[in-house]
């Protein structure tokens, strides 16, 4: 057996080693300016995240290092989501790095910087042990930044609770990786497609150890994404960490586990979609799960008085959402998914950036402190009545759309067979939970504009943080007149997850 | 950027829907969106022009269908050609230029930011008429339009007379509006589709009656009338001054009341195949011209001679558009400029009637009074405001090289072949002439009448003047995209065949003359004074009161309409108190009654599973948050029963036929488990916690 060296090329890598090396630039400049730069360092990270963009935009498409690496049009699209979660949660941290962590902006925008690596890895990686090696580089450093703030119970009960959830949910996923290399005899995960094509009656023979596989793989992933019942660190940890990280995790760890879901189960076992493949399907799971997911985040949602941990359910619900066009396997499904996941970084990040301008200011994150924002603030009023409205599905915002071509990516799939049809009880469950979400939702708008008296508290405009709102409120409206635009871009992405003939 | 036009249309209702929500307390603000989305709208429409031109007028349609309703599909879409191009220039541009003159004018308001989100409300519905690719659509537009006006002419609704005529506005127009409906109505009847290409198809293939052709168009024709103020329904527009005179400029000058010529210009396919319709539309347009011109030349409220003679010069282009659908009907091939008469004229109107309107605020602005028996001498005083306001004069009267000078040109021509047609329009040429500057010389020459206002009037704002110099740049130059053998204009906007323009000089020279001596007369009487005015009133007094009443047009609808109406009203009012109330009495205690039992149900069954389902709900929330303990040892147990269920429930599929109502039961009895675990670990946590602390 001859042994040959895998195709080596850095070029396809170009922005992932940019950024990787611009973390420790940036850890090393504020070291060198002995922990005096001030908010330069921010500035810092937000320059080396925009020259990642612009070598991503430069970066040929094509394979390098054998299969561990592919740059095609989905891993381009969620590079761009990672990149825009990052700049926006950087963005909305000023405030904390002037005054709570001072003395450590350096590791911790650094820490930030080298988990939107792991995700754009996780984005490229064809293969589950560059995947798993992503996946955890994505999450580790997110451990320490939810547990950023030393002296704040809330905030290490946070960091330690995701340490360990997650740790339990990597050796889930672990486990399931290890048992379908066993079955497979591979790590490539287009090779393992072909052996699984040509081995699936075998597979039953097996008995349980497939099915195992199956369902370690979807506990391990529905951790990341925060589907029931593996859902319960989110809220805490939301509610604990740092409000950037919070909005870091809720926009670029779900994208980044959108990925992965994607990745293993749609370009792995795409074979075990089937109710025919039972009991190794997972289709009719996952859609438990989806279901699982709107109506717990939803139901749960509703009576939260904290607006993170609100968020944090409704985050859990929109899961839920995304999930629906991630089960239909057509031409429109995942770039249906792509568009969510995108509409979701402007409506979800801005939010977040408006929470944690709030609380730099007053430092609560109650939702009754928003009351008669409107009349001292209108600007961040307008903003997050637009962002909750967006997040509602309320036309003709961009969340509208998302939710639109969910539904109909869903509706198409299950038309399209008479096994399928599942699906449309799912959209169903999808459009009465909508209407539980509206609630929550508008009560933040109620709450800022319909309460009599004027709010004590009076938000400044400042860079980067208006910045930030700035940008989810364009991108949310532009995107919610113009779909088009993005949506060409992200058609092109069902087609390099191989669901339909380029 | 055509595929994107409609947001055109979109921006300025973005910008409403941000006032009216978010930036009602920020004046400033609001009017600054307000005036960014009307420039963005204005880019944008440039850029189509552009583009448009570059295609030379070739048309473009977008849409998607909406609903299909009995077989009639209704449509939501774009229709991007010469004409829409030109309107939605033209809309835009003096939109843009009475946003920034509202600055001014509007200043001390207290509706101020309402005031910018009706003008930007009113900009979404015209512009969304102009980009309209059906008739439906066109409709809908239309009625969004006629509210707009409404609530636009009674924006100060404390006067009483200004809360009257916007009334009269609204209710005159849906006269008109009704008479469009039949007409849209048989449109789907015997088309069966409201889109415009398909519709004229049908005519063009002849499988419409031309009788029903002809009633059709007259119909739709009545949608014309109503919102271009043609003759009978014409009275409203002269009250409609009411409004703010940004409003006038705007909505009773340049795009509202163009939308009639529009919709006639739009629909040329129908008269072309109804002759005799054409027919009623050109003279209707020649009377309400003739009428109108005849009203302007003895009032003495400057916004309303400038009323008359708006709808006067509407007349002026419905004729034209008439007597092109009729020539054309009758002979395929002939030559006539009626259609790019119409529609030049319409542009250029536009832009010399916006001004002059925009020029009668900054006067009113400055003089507190409407009446120009009470002004003169103004010419030292503003600057500004006279300059334009003449030059915009001279255009409409048609002086050359002006804007109004080669269009009004263009209408006579369009004359030719018709004798009683030309020797009417050449007299309403003199007739506007005269008016005009009988306007002109009152207010801006001679001596102050009024020394007390003369002296604290002052030339009006930058905000207010800059727009007037734009517009009067316009008034004086863009008639030149029509001068003949240039074929700028007229091969742009066309209907079937692109017009071939040539020089009419015995048309040029006539007009010329006809307009000089109109300005003439006006001169030797009211400047130099050597025919005496009052004299004159008083030899012609019969004529001179008929006149000065409006042909009595006002007490005829009371008279006729109103007042019968009114007393069938108070003669059903007796009806209804003497007999009906008594059965209404009866009815109402049975009715009371009713209500008691619905109360009842209401209370206790529909307001039960209401508050129930919320209860549920809000209950399920609350065992959620139980679940939700916060013990990390739980969420790990929790996890693991959750990976065994999921496991169990894979593993039930093949191996074990256990029916779904066990396997709910075995998950809800594990969830019950768990929540009491969950329940004890709280609690042992809580427990510790105050031992800490101890």
């Not at chain 2, 300005?519 to 400047?527: D, E, H, M, P, S």
């Not at chain 2, 005829?556 to 059903?572: D, E, K, T």
């Not at chain 2, 427990?687 to 602390?693: D, G, H, I, L």
């Amino acid at each position: 057996m001859d042994f040959q060296l895998p195709h080596v090329d850095f070029r396809v890598m170009a922005p992932e080693l940019f950024l990787f090396a611009w973390a420790l630039v940036v850890i090393t400049f504020d070291l060198g300016t002995k922990r005096r730069s001030g908010s330069a360092t921010g500035y810092v990270a937000l320059l080396g995240l925009v020259i990642t963009g612009v070598i991503l935009s430069i970066t040929p498409e094509g394979a390098g290092f054998g299969a561990m690496f592919y740059n095609d049009a989905g891993s381009l699209f969620f590079k761009v989501i990672f990149l825009g979660a990052a700049f926006m949660a950087i963005g909305s941290s000023f405030g904390i790095m002037e005054r709570k962590i001072q003395h450590h902006r350096g590791e911790f925008l650094g820490l930030i910087l080298l988990s939107t690596v792991g995700m754009m890895f996780l984005a490229s990686s064809n293969e589950l042990l560059s995947l798993y090696i992503g996946l955890e580089l994505t999450t580790i450093p997110l451990f320490v930044c939810a547990a950023f703030f030393k002296d704040n119970r809330l905030s290490v009960e946070a960091g330690i609770k995701y340490l360990i959830v997650g740790a339990m949910s990597s050796a889930l996923l672990l486990y399931g990786i290890s048992f379908l290399y066993g079955l497979s005899g591979t790590t490539d995960l287009l090779q393992m497609r072909v052996n699984i094509a040509t081995t699936h009656l075998t597979f039953r023979e097996i008995g349980l150890l497939p099915m195992l596989s199956v369902v370690l793989l979807v506990a391990g992933l529905g951790f990341k994404l925060a589907l029931p019942p593996f859902h319960q660190w989110a809220p805490d940890v939301y509610e604990g960490a740092p409000t950037p990280v919070a909005a870091f995790l809720s926009v670029g760890s779900k994208a980044a586990g959108l990925v992965a879901f994607a990745k293993i189960m749609i370009n792995g076992l795409q074979v075990f979609y089937e109710d025919i493949m039972a009991p190794n399907d997972w289709g009719l799971l996952v859609g438990i799960l989806a279901g699982a997911a709107m109506v717990w985040g939803n139901v749960a949602a509703v009576r939260q008085t904290n607006i993170k941990r609100m968020l944090a359910f409704s985050s859990i619900a929109q899961a839920g959402y995304i999930m629906i066009g991630m089960l239909a396997l057509n031409d429109i499904g995942l770039s249906s998914v792509s568009f969510y996941m995108f509409t979701y970084l402007f409506a979800n990040m801005g939010a977040f950036a408006i929470v944690a301008i709030f609380e730099d200011k007053t430092g609560s994150t109650q939702i009754k402190s928003y009351s008669g924002l409107a009349r001292t603030s209108p600007f961040y009023a307008a903003s997050m009545s637009v962002f909750m409205l967006s997040l509602a599905g309320i036309p003709p915002l961009a969340g509208f759309f998302a939710k639109y071509y969910v539904f109909a990516a869903a509706i198409k799939m299950a038309g399209s067979n008479e096994i399928h049809q599942w699906l449309y009880w799912l959209v169903g469950v999808g459009l009465i939970t909508s209407v539980f979400a509206l609630y929550y939702y508008a009560n933040v708008i109620k709450t800022m504009y319909f309460t009599p008296d004027e709010s004590p508290y009076k938000l400044p405009l400042s860079l980067p943080g208006s910045a930030v709102v700035l940008i989810g409120l364009v991108g949310v409206i532009l995107f919610g007149l113009m779909p088009g635009p993005v949506m060409d871009f992200a058609s092109a992405i069902p087609a390099a997850f191989g669901l339909i003939a380029p | 950027m055509s595929n994107y036009a409609y947001l055109i249309a979109l921006v300025p209702l973005l910008s409403f829907v941000m006032i009216v929500f978010f930036l009602r307390w920020k004046e400033k603000l609001a009017a600054g969106w307000s005036i960014a989305s009307i420039l963005a709208s204005w880019t944008m429409s440039l850029i189509v022009l552009i583009e448009t031109l570059g295609r030379h007028g070739e048309p473009l349609e977008y849409f998607f269908y909406l609903t299909t309703f009995k077989g009639i599909n209704f449509e939501i879409g774009i229709l991007i050609d010469g004409l829409t191009a030109v309107m939605l220039m033209v809309v835009t541009t003096v939109a843009s230029c009475v946003h920034i003159y509202s600055l001014g004018y509007m200043k001390d308001d207290p509706r101020f930011s309402r005031f910018f989100s009706y003008l930007s409300l009113f900009c979404f519905s015209m512009l969304g008429l102009v980009l309209a690719n059906n008739f439906f659509m066109i409709f809908i537009f239309w009625e969004l339009v006629g509210l707009t006006s409404y609530l636009l002419i009674g924006f100060w609704f404390e006067k009483k007379s200004a809360a009257d005529a916007g009334k009269k506005a609204f209710i005159t127009t849906r006269i008109g509006d009704l008479g469009f409906i039949v007409g849209l109505m048989m449109v789907g009847a015997y088309a069966g589709t409201f889109n415009y290409g398909g519709v004229f198809e049908k005519v063009a293939s002849g499988q419409i009656p031309t009788a029903v052709l002809t009633v059709m168009a007259a119909f739709i024709f009545c949608g014309a009338i109503g919102k271009s103020a043609q003759f009978p329904l014409h009275v409203w527009l002269p009250d409609a001054m009411e409004g703010p005179t940004p409003v006038s400029a705007l909505i009773h000058a340049a795009t509202m009341v163009a939308a009639g010529v529009y919709l006639v210009a739009r629909s040329m396919n129908l008269y072309v195949g109804a002759p005799e319709a054409a027919m009623i539309v050109a003279v209707i347009g020649l009377v309400t011209s003739f009428i109108a011109a005849s009203i302007g030349l003895v009032q003495n409220d400057i916004k309303r001679i400038l009323a008359y003679s708006t709808v006067s010069q509407l007349g002026y282009m419905i004729m034209a558009l008439g007597l092109y659908g009729y020539d054309v009907g009758m002979d395929p091939h002939a030559h006539s400029a009626g259609f790019y008469a119409g529609t030049f004229h319409l542009m250029t109107h536009a832009f010399f009637k916006g001004l002059l309107f925009l020029g009668a605020g900054s006067v009113i602005h400055a003089v507190h009074t409407n009446d120009i028996q009470d002004m003169g001498g103004l010419l030292g005083k503003m600057k500004i405001t006279s300059v334009t306001f003449i030059l915009a004069s001279l255009s409409i009267a048609g002086i050359f090289p002006l804007a109004g000078f080669w269009s009004k040109d263009e209408i006579v021509a369009a004359t030719h072949g018709h004798p009683i047609f030309n020797i009417f329009t050449l007299i309403i040429a003199f007739m506007t002439a005269f008016y005009m500057f009988r306007l002109c010389f009152l207010t801006f020459f001679g001596k102050p009448r009024d020394q007390h206002r003369y002296e604290h009037a002052h030339e009006s704002p930058r905000s207010m003047s800059w727009p007037l110099a734009f517009l009067g740049f316009l008034a004086v130059s863009a008639g030149w995209v029509g001068i003949p053998t240039l074929h700028g204009f007229s091969s742009f906007v066309f209907f079937g065949e692109p017009y071939h323009t040539s020089f009419h000089w015995d048309v040029m020279i006539i007009s010329t003359i006809v307009a000089v001596a109109g300005i003439v007369l006006a001169y030797l009487i009211y400047y130099k004074k050597s025919i005496s005015a009052d004299m004159l009133a008083e030899k012609f007094r019969p004529i001179h009161t008929f006149l000065y009443n409006k042909w009595y047009f006002d007490e005829l609808y009371s008279f006729v309409i109103i007042n019968p109406i009114l007393a069938l009203g108070r003669f059903l009012w007796t009806f209804d108190a003497r007999i009906v109330d008594g059965l209404v009495n009866g009815a109402a205690w049975l009715t009371i009654v009713w209500a008691d039992i619905k109360w009842w149900f209401d209370k206790w069954i529909v307001d039960g599973a209401v508050n129930g389902a919320g209860w549920i709900v809000s209950q399920g929330s609350g065992l959620l948050r139980l679940i939700q303990n916060g013990a990390v040892q739980f969420y790990a147990l929790f996890v693991l029963g959750g990976l065994l269920v999921l496991i169990a429930f894979k593993y039930e599929d093949v191996y074990v036929s256990l029916e779904w109502p066990w396997l709910s039961a075995i998950i809800i009895v594990a969830l019950g488990l768990l929540s009491l675990v969950a329940k004890r670990t709280a609690s042992r946590e809580a427990a510790a916690e105050t031992e800490t602390e101890k």
